[in-house]
């Protein structure tokens, strides 16, 4: 890890905004000293200037109770106004919100008035079924504009919705129903994915199936989109084709506005801990910082750009820079269904060309797919009408951030690396384009109105030239205000560690380069950065030992080429199923069970199944001598363990 910082921080390469760039971007130098002479004016302003309030608020940020806060407590506002409505009175009706891209190649543009219109007859039926104010609404679905719709529909009536990305399993989707405590479900029969229709319609039947263990249902209607056109059951009286009832129901609609703190949605994503977390984000605070972060970071001009984020909704990066922050911006955007390769690899260039994508936001996994792939790829497409490259979800290497600029941006866009999380709601750190002279690895610097610091474990401020531990020092507006359900949870996880100072935890380790400027280096916990995608190791560990065969699991995140980290597992079979079924084909059918309770992406790469796990006295798992020993490296100190051999006979199994 030590000679891949000190490579990284060797990195030399700057390279500042063309003056032409400057001279026309949306941000300046001077939001940097306005938030500094008043960070909450500056907030407010924002707040003011970004959004409609139907009832201004006068109070700005209340953190009388920390860690819970509440930001523009006594405005009102309706999210799905300030994305849609306000844009068709405006005058801009007939702009594109979104250019929709389905895989087999069909398409689809929704104007602002059509999205408008479609949201206020949805809002009329969810209000039909029952769904009120504060209720939970899960949306399992592929990214095709009814997705989009779902979430507008549930915010416009101050309902929350809990999105579950479509490629998690029946299993992972009830966890999540169940939960939030959801009433209905929005999903489509099917999605397209690398070629095949992936059935949804199936997988929300099973979450839903009586288990016989006396559990109550709360969700009493299955809203369905038909889109893969695969056969699906029905349960009468309970499912309801959207287009039987969406184009029926009355497009007059009136946004009633909701109080700032109202919550907006729940968003799962793991912890270290088995059980993923529901983080919940509310309306006024989310909106501003996501709308002001959209259009600064990416230099939004929403007259003439063509946006495209690649994140599927059921991340939260497909929350805030797909549903939420372009629409609120009043920007065009490309919604694409599928995957990079399907049906050639050069599918997202094509799809660049197509539409004339201005702004492009993606993730280091992918981009270093695409350095595999060979450049050839892209310049086989024409990409110059791209002005400002994204990246956002892990560090993204030197080697990829030149050649993204280098390759998909002709050696003269700005690429913004952008640092966040589903708990910060939208983007902490990055360059601003048009101001920044940017360093390739690195995040750089807090954005205007966000305090940022690098410590050590006690807290102290680590100085240039040093690494330690990520925290945000002041509220802000967009942060997370709290976990469903479980408000001590919350305390635990992100406040505990630096309750003195009040600081907020990120669990990512961090260094400061000479310049002050900021290297992200991963989690400092038991989480994996898998593809972007956060997973924790207890999750994946729970799943393997709920396997018939396995006594006992450990997961580590290996470093991996293309999807930055690997799930590697070390298994620990039960005699009793050895003595039957012997080892043989075990390890591929681990692998399948865990994507089958988890979903595909939690795939171990690897199975080891080995008779004994490092463990130290007190029996912690070691996992720092399984990722050695994974990731083909000579294994540490083992002087902690219980039995020190136990590491050389592993080895020997896993070779
Ligand atoms: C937006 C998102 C959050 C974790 C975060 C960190 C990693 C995200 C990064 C980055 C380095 C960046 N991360 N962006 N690491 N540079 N630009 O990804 O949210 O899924 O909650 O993951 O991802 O480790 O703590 P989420």
Same mark, same amino acid.
């Given at each position: 890890m030590s000679s891949q910082i000190d490579h990284l921080l060797n990195e030399t390469r700057r390279f500042a905004p063309s003056e032409e760039f400057a001279a026309s971007a949306v941000a300046t130098a001077e939001l940097y000293e306005q938030a500094e002479a008043d960070r909450e004016g500056f907030w407010a302003e924002q707040s003011r200037t970004l959004l409609h309030w139907e009832k201004p608020f006068t109070e700005v940020l209340d953190w009388s109770t920390p860690p819970f806060a509440k930001w523009f407590a006594d405005g009102e506002? %309706?999210?799905?106004?300030?994305?849609?409505?306000?844009?068709?009175?405006?005058? %801009?009706?007939?702009?594109?919100?979104?250019?929709?891209?389905?895989?087999?190649?069909?398409?689809?543009?929704?104007?602002?008035a059509e999205l408008t219109e479609e949201v206020k007859r949805l809002a009329n039926v969810l209000t039909g079924l029952g769904i009120e104010a504060g209720d939970r609404v899960a949306v399992y679905l592929p990214m095709i504009p009814e997705a989009i719709a779902s979430m507008l529909a549930v915010?416009?009536? *101050?309902?929350?919705?809990?999105? =579950?990305? /479509?490629?998690?399993?029946?299993?992972?989707?009830?966890?999540?129903?169940?939960?939030?405590?959801?009433?209905?479900?929005? !999903? $489509? +029969?099917?999605?397209?994915?690398?070629?095949? @229709?992936?059935?949804?319609?199936?997988? =929300?039947?099973?979450?839903?199936?009586?288990? *016989?263990? /006396?559990?109550?249902?709360? @969700?009493?209607?299955?809203? @369905?989109?038909?889109?893969?056109?695969?056969?699906?059951?029905?349960?009468?009286?309970?499912?309801?084709?959207?287009?039987?009832?969406?184009?029926? $129901?009355?497009?007059?609609?009136?946004?009633?506005?909701?109080?700032?703190?109202?919550?907006?949605?729940?968003?799962?994503?793991?912890?270290?801990?088995?059980?993923?977390?529901?983080?919940?984000?509310?309306?006024?605070?989310?909106?501003?910082?996501?709308?002001?972060?959209?259009? %600064?970071?990416? +230099?939004?001009?929403?007259?003439?750009?063509?946006?495209?984020? !690649?994140?599927?909704?059921g991340w939260i990066t497909g929350h805030t820079y797909v549903a939420y922050a372009p629409l609120a911006n009043g920007a065009?955007?490309?919604?694409?269904? *599928?995957?990079?390769?399907?049906?050639?690899?050069?599918?997202?260039?094509?799809?660049?060309?197509?539409?004339?994508?201005?702004?492009?936001?993606?993730?280091?996994?992918?981009?270093?797919?695409?350095?595999?792939?060979?450049?050839?790829?892209?310049?086989?497409?024409?990409?110059?009408?791209?002005?400002?490259?994204?990246?956002? /979800?892990?560090?993204? %290497?030197?080697?990829?951030?030149?050649?993204?600029? #280098?390759?998909? /941006?002709?050696?003269?866009?700005p690429i913004v690396d952008t640092w966040w999380q589903t708990e910060t709601g939208a983007i902490m750190v990055s360059a601003l384009p048009g101001v920044t002279e940017t360093k390739p690895g690195s995040a750089q610097v807090a954005l205007p109105g966000i305090s940022l610091d690098v410590v050590d474990e006690k807290a102290r401020h680590v100085g240039h030239?040093?690494?330690?531990?990520?925290?945000?020092?002041?509220?802000?507006?967009?942060?997370?205000?709290?976990?469903?359900?479980?408000? #001590?949870?919350?305390? #635990?996880?992100?406040? +505990?560690?630096?309750?003195?100072?009040?600081?907020?935890?990120?669990?990512?380790?961090?260094?400061?380069?000479?310049?002050? +400027?900021?290297?992200?280096?991963?989690? =400092?916990?038991?989480?994996?950065?898998?593809?972007?995608?956060?997973?924790?190791?207890?999750?994946?560990?729970s799943a393997l030992v709920a396997h018939e065969a396995t006594a006992e699991a450990a997961v580590v995140g290996a470093s991996d080429e293309t999807t930055g980290q690997a799930v590697v597992a070390f298994v620990i079979l039960k005699e009793s199923y050895l003595k039957l079924h012997g080892p043989d084909g075990l390890a591929q059918q681990l692998r399948a069970w865990v994507s089958e309770q988890i979903g595909p992406i939690a795939r171990p790469r690897d199975v080891y199944i080995v008779g004994e796990l490092p463990k130290t006295r007190s029996g912690k798992i070691m996992r720092r001598l399984l990722r050695d020993v994974a990731e083909g490296r000579e294994v540490g100190d083992t002087t902690t363990l219980a039995d020190t051999a136990v590491m050389s006979v592993i080895s020997a199994q896993v070779r």
């Open positions: 506002l %309706n999210v799905a106004y300030n994305c849609l409505d306000r844009h068709v009175e405006a005058g %801009n009706g007939d702009r594109v919100a979104l250019l929709w891209e389905g895989e087999p190649g069909d398409s689809r543009r929704v104007t602002y915010a416009r009536i *101050g309902a929350i919705h809990s999105v =579950v990305f /479509g490629g998690f399993s029946a299993d992972s989707l009830r966890s999540r129903i169940d939960d939030a405590g959801a009433k209905l479900v929005i !999903t $489509a +029969d099917g999605g397209y994915r690398k070629g095949k @229709v992936s059935p949804l319609k199936p997988a =929300v039947d099973q979450a839903l199936a009586d288990r *016989g263990d /006396g559990e109550q249902l709360t @969700v009493e209607h299955v809203l @369905v989109v038909r889109r893969g056109e695969n056969e699906v059951a029905w349960t009468e009286g309970r499912d309801l084709w959207w287009h039987d009832v969406v184009p029926a $129901a009355s497009a007059e609609h009136t946004a009633q506005a909701f109080p700032a703190e109202n919550p907006l949605f729940i968003l799962y994503t793991s912890g270290t801990t088995g059980k993923p977390k529901g983080i919940l984000h509310t309306s006024g605070g989310y909106l501003t910082q996501a709308a002001f972060t959209h259009r %600064n970071v990416f +230099d939004l001009h929403p007259e003439s750009d063509v946006y495209w984020c !690649t994140a599927d909704i065009t955007q490309v919604l694409y269904e *599928g995957t990079p390769e399907f049906p050639q690899p050069g599918r997202w260039w094509e799809v660049i060309e197509k539409y004339g994508v201005t702004i492009f936001y993606t993730a280091p996994t992918a981009i270093r797919g695409f350095m595999k792939q060979g450049r050839q790829i892209p310049q086989r497409r024409d990409l110059s009408s791209l002005r400002v490259l994204g990246s956002v /979800g892990e560090p993204i %290497n030197p080697e990829a951030w030149i050649w993204y600029r #280098e390759i998909i /941006g002709a050696g003269r866009t030239g040093n690494g330690g531990l990520l925290v945000v020092t002041e509220p802000w507006p967009s942060m997370l205000r709290g976990i469903w359900g479980d408000p #001590e949870r919350y305390r #635990e996880t992100y406040w +505990d560690r630096f309750a003195d100072q009040g600081h907020y935890f990120a669990g990512d380790g961090a260094r400061l380069d000479e310049d002050g +400027d900021i290297w992200l280096l991963g989690r =400092v916990d038991d989480v994996m950065n898998i593809s972007g995608h956060r997973l924790s190791t207890a999750e994946i560990e």
